[in-house]
């Protein structure tokens, strides 16, 4: 069932505070689901092409965030974005998505339920009448939309073109804070957040840090890697796959030498560990922990 | 004067008895051949005629008839040439009326009286030892070949030869000795060769030992041609029985080279994409074997899948569920055999790099959804395994341990195969692949633990619930392997590891938008 769309006007209290102070805010906002006219809220973003550990940071992040009552902000591009209200609306907290063009059109196509879910759980706006594409020069002016509902904006991961610059860009212009991801040397997409940290963006590694950065209290669960809970702990052979297997994604390969067993052995600790709940596995045979 | 001169005619891959009738009588010279294919005709007559002139026989301005008998049979090719010419020798007194009683002739002949190879000569020859012929008359090169089947060969090189020992004025030369494939152990290829790859050369010794068909997954460069060209490496020899029926195919299809003798080494096709529909199944107005034939009791191989023509993918349904594929043609259908183990390669996505830790795929969600059905559910349920293959970067590659060589692995397939033959005994089945429905569950057993563990794996990890079966029979194969009559979890979670392509390839969020059932 689609919620009606409404028109929200710069003059209307309705209208978020935040927003209001930017350089050029929108006059009005096309608005689906709940709309606050002040709410903590710190915007997660970054590529579409996301790499699994980026996909995995974003979204620790925006549950930690959405847990403590903060309000996840980003594009409903795919990727990091994505995975940022994913992981907010399965902690059951607020996300909001800025569109780069009408309520009515869902762009990318195969986020109609996530988009349809975030304006039952939180909300879904743009600045763009009902009926306008999403032409290319719409999301660098939707970024200053993301930036300026925020406190702040963690840019996850992008290469140095990345959209999530842009974003970050209109940040620093509104005076809001912004915080970086930092990831693998040998990762592409960690050049955008490593660019803005030698800028002097705040480095964050978890929503506690976010959190911190912006000024807000830090009153979380703690969000521990699962090892260290009291979940049952594999045993013999299981032991050595699950020490092969870290943050980083690793072949079923690279298990099988790191581990000395047989590949057969390995391939079934493996199911073992993911059906747990400890680790994940990635398309082409890689697997990475599982934390929090 | 009438004469008979008993031959053999090809369907399919078999060989079925043809009478060569030649009436010579008075009337306008003419020179007919009934029963053969239109192009056909012609040129057997001038090739029979420049035969027997250059071996300095007589073709009498006469009446000639020639007939091949039954008419409903589809007759081509020139492997009549010889018994017409003798046929029409004995009907003009130039050869004697019974020289060629309880023989069976085929050859074909060129215009100075040599006799030619023709294809199909085994079939002809196991045609002849049941049908309780006494000798077959066939051409020197395929002397060999016939050899094989045990029926009494009568080599010859030329008409003169054919004549002069029907007639008795010559000994026989001896049929020679077939000369035999080399042995396995001269095989080129290895499976020791492959550096790293654990994970995948498991997997292709598990299919191997359950005749499971495979597919091998991963981008360019990744090594899935070196892997699939190695599987025959660990299939046990063919059996006698086995390469028999080999040879049989190969030699209807004309791939016998002259002198040899019974095939020994596992069949390995690999068409290219670009393969017509016919080219695959077998076809043609006199069907021919296809590839799917030639890879009987061998191993087909699929090399870049999804660029198969469709129609020709779709089938392969029959082979590779029945073992076998029937061709329609005007004149009836014909069963031709099919049974081979499948192995399949393809990119993971059209760019190539999904699942590369170290590229990054540009292939979007729909593009990726498209590339993956271009291959049907119906021929991807028919494939038990599907097998990442990583692509190495050269250092790893370099420090990547090699694996067990060949023989290692064949002796354990070898005994996975004895168990399944001692399991299926008074079935039909050869391989734990070919389980299904109530065979399955029957052979399949597992008792509460274990079937609980499959269903709750198959749903926490969101793979299709048709992967049930297919998990069962390869957790089976697993078992075969690890010696153990029981099925355990452990067999079932290596087994769940093979089931790469029931993974949803969309994040959670997008699965729903699609309307893909879990």
Redesign the interface.
């Known amino acids: 069932m689609t919620r009606a769309v409404e028109t929200v006007s710069i003059a209307s209290p309705l209208y978020p505070e935040h927003l209001r102070r930017i350089h050029d805010p929108p006059s009005v906002l096309y608005v689906r689901g709940s709309l606050r006219a002040a709410e903590p809220a710190v915007a997660v973003v970054g590529s579409r092409?996301a790499?699994a550990t980026g996909?995995a940071m974003a979204g620790r992040i925006a549950a930690g965030l959405a847990a403590s009552g903060v309000t996840v902000v980003s594009g409903l591009a795919?990727g990091i974005d994505?995975?940022a209200?994913?992981a907010a609306l399965q902690a059951g907290g607020r996300t909001i998505a800025v569109l780069g063009c009408g309520l009515d059109v869902t762009y990318?196509?195969?986020?109609?339920?996530?988009v349809a879910a975030i304006a039952d759980q939180g909300c879904v706006l743009s600045e763009f009448p009902p009926g306008t594409p999403p032409l290319p020069y719409h999301f660098p002016q939707r970024n200053r939309i993301i930036a300026g509902l925020t406190l702040g904006v963690v840019v996850v991961e992008g290469d140095e073109h990345s959209g999530a610059l842009s974003t970050a860009g209109h940040a620093l212009d509104a005076g809001r804070e912004v915080m970086a991801v930092p990831g693998s040397v040998?990762n592409?997409?960690s050049r955008a957040p490593h660019a803005l940290l030698r800028q002097g963006a705040a480095l964050v590694e978890s929503a506690e840090d976010v959190l911190v950065a912006v000024g807000l209290p830090v009153a979380l669960p703690r969000l521990v890697p699962a090892a260290d809970e009291n979940v049952a702990m594999p045993a013999g052979p299981a032991t050595l796959v699950w020490e092969a297997v870290g943050a980083e994604?690793v072949?079923?390969?690279e298990v099988?030498?790191a581990a000395g067993l047989?590949?057969?052995?390995v391939?079934?600790?493996?199911?073992?560990l993911?059906?747990r709940g400890l680790v994940r596995?990635?398309?082409?045979?890689?697997f990475i922990r599982v934390y929090g | 004067m009438l004469a008979r001169v008993q031959s053999a005619a090809l369907v399919g891959v078999d060989a079925v008895p043809v009478d060569v009738e030649v009436d010579v009588s008075t009337g306008l010279p003419a020179f007919a051949i009934a029963g053969l294919a239109d192009r056909s005709e012609q040129d057997a007559k001038e090739r029979v005629r420049a035969a027997v002139k250059n071996s300095h026989r007589e073709v009498p301005a006469r009446r000639i008839v020639v007939n091949l008998a039954p008419a409903d049979i589809r007759k081509e090719g020139a492997a009549f040439d010889l018994p017409i010419a003798l046929g029409l020798l004995v009907a003009t007194g130039q050869l004697r009326r019974d020289a060629l009683d309880g023989d069976l002739v085929v050859g074909e002949l060129a215009l100075d009286g040599r006799v030619r190879p023709v294809p199909g000569v085994l079939a002809v020859a196991l045609l002849a030892r049941t049908s309780g012929v006494r000798r077959i008359v066939v051409p020197e090169g395929n002397a060999a070949e016939a050899n094989a089947a045990g029926a009494t060969v009568l080599p010859v090189a030329t008409l003169v030869e054919a004549i002069q020992v029907a007639e008795g004025q010559r000994p026989p030369r001896p049929a020679p000795a077939p000369r035999e494939e080399e042995d396995e152990s001269a095989d080129e290829v290895d499976f020791a060769e492959i550096k790293?790859?654990?994970?995948a050369?498991?997997a292709l010794l598990v299919a191997a030992a359950g005749r499971h068909h495979a597919l091998l997954v991963g981008p360019p460069g990744s090594g899935k041609t070196m892997l699939a060209r190695r599987l025959p490496t660990i299939l046990p020899p063919l059996s006698t029985a086995e390469a028999v029926e080999v040879t049989k195919i190969h030699s209807v299809a004309g791939l016998i080279a002259p002198g040899a003798g019974l095939l020994r080494r596992r069949p390995f096709r690999a068409p290219h994409h670009t393969a017509s529909r016919n080219a695959l199944v077998g076809g043609g107005p006199a069907p021919h074997p296809g590839e799917i034939s030639l890879a009987h009791h061998g191993v087909l191989f699929l090399d870049e899948l999804p660029e198969f023509h469709r129609d020709a993918l779709e089938v392969l349904r029959q082979p590779l569920e029945e073992g076998t594929i029937t061709i329609a043609r005007v004149q009836g259908t014909m069963t031709l055999p099919a049974r081979f183990t499948l192995l399949a390669a393809m990119n993971?996505c059209p760019c190539g790099y999904?699942?590369?830790?170290?590229r990054?795929?540009?292939c979007?969600?729909?593009q990726l959804d498209r590339y993956r059905g271009r291959i049907s559910g119906p021929l991807l349920d028919r494939i038990d395994l599907h097998v990442?293959v990583?692509r190495l970067d050269p250092l790893t590659l370099a420090a990547?341990?090699s694996g067990d060589e060949s023989a290692v692995l064949r002796a354990l397939v070898a005994a996975a195969w004895r168990r399944q033959a001692a399991r299926y005994a008074r079935g039909r089945i050869a391989g734990n692949a070919h389980l299904a429905g109530r065979a399955l569950r029957r052979h399949c057993l597992l008792d509460d633990a274990a079937a609980v563990f499959l269903g709750?794996?198959l749903t926490?990890?969101h793979l299709s619930a048709r992967a049930y079966d297919r998990v069962l029979r390869v957790a089976r194969t697993?078992a075969d392997?690890d010696d153990a009559e029981r099925i355990t979890a452990?067999?079932i979670?290596?087994a769940?590891?093979y089931r790469?392509l029931d993974?949803p390839?969309?994040?959670?969020?997008?699965r729903?938008?699609?309307g893909r059932a879990p």
């Open positions: 092409r790499s996909r795919r994505a995975a209200h994913h990318p196509p195969e986020h109609g339920a996530l040998l592409p997409l994604p072949h079923i390969d099988t030498l047989p590949a057969a052995v391939a079934a600790a493996l199911i073992d993911e059906l596995q990635l398309p082409g045979k890689h | 790293g790859q654990a994970h050369r498991r993971p999904h699942g590369d830790p170290q990054v795929c540009i979007t969600p729909p990442e990583p990547a341990p709750e794996a926490r990890l697993i392997l452990a067999h979670a290596e769940i590891q790469a993974r390839t969309a994040p959670p969020w997008s729903a938008a699609v």
